[in-house]
């Protein structure tokens, strides 16, 4: 938490899947567990049932205990697809406090984070990955239409503020490590 800032990564993917990676000390991003909202699914023992994110709010998350567990198929919400990226922020992290950086590559799955989780007075920070030009067509238009309707609805303008655009590559290490 250097200089005050919590991170947090919000992904559409399973966030025990993620937090093996996020999580290991061994691969640097020292990102707390409970940091990593993601997709979750009842986790099951064979008798009980229960999921990370249940563990967490209840303080007995324990991330090698949970090997044991089996995955199911039955999907814990607000789901962290479309628009419950930024539902998982309102619920999980703050409804009041919004954040000061987001990141998407996805105009449909992060379009609502990256144009609702905004911080009016700090100016949210946020960053396109570029993957694919139409995609990058698509968050224009975005960023434009919901201009648009922000002045039209006489708010505050901010659909258009403070992007910045990078390619995958520009997000590679330097350090020659790949």
């Known amino acids: 938490m250097a200089n005050g800032i919590e991170v947090y990564v919000i992904t559409a993917s399973h966030e025990e899947l993620v937090r093996m990676v996020l999580c290991d000390r061994k691969y640097g991003y020292n990102v707390k567990p409970e940091n990593i909202i993601g997709i979750t699914t009842l986790l099951k023992n064979g008798t009980q049932m229960t999921t990370s994110r249940k563990q967490i709010t209840d303080n007995t998350y324990n991330q090698k205990q949970n090997l044991n567990l089996r995955f199911t198929f039955h999907v814990w919400s607000p789901q962290t697809a479309l628009v419950g990226k930024y539902g998982a922020i309102l619920t999980y992290i703050s409804q009041w406090k919004m954040p000061i950086f987001v990141t998407g590559d996805t105009p449909s799955n992060d379009g609502y984070m990256l144009f609702h989780a905004y911080n009016q007075q700090r100016g949210t920070l946020r960053l396109w990955v570029n993957r694919r030009d139409a ?9 434009n ?8 609805n006489e708010l505050p303008v901010t659909a258009d503020k403070n992007w910045m655009y990078v390619t995958p590559n520009d997000l590679r290490p330097t350090n020659g490590c790949d």
């Open 135 to 143: 995609y990058l067509t698509l968050i224009k238009q975005m960023q």
């Open 145 to 152: 239409q919901h201009a648009k309707e922000q002045k039209k």
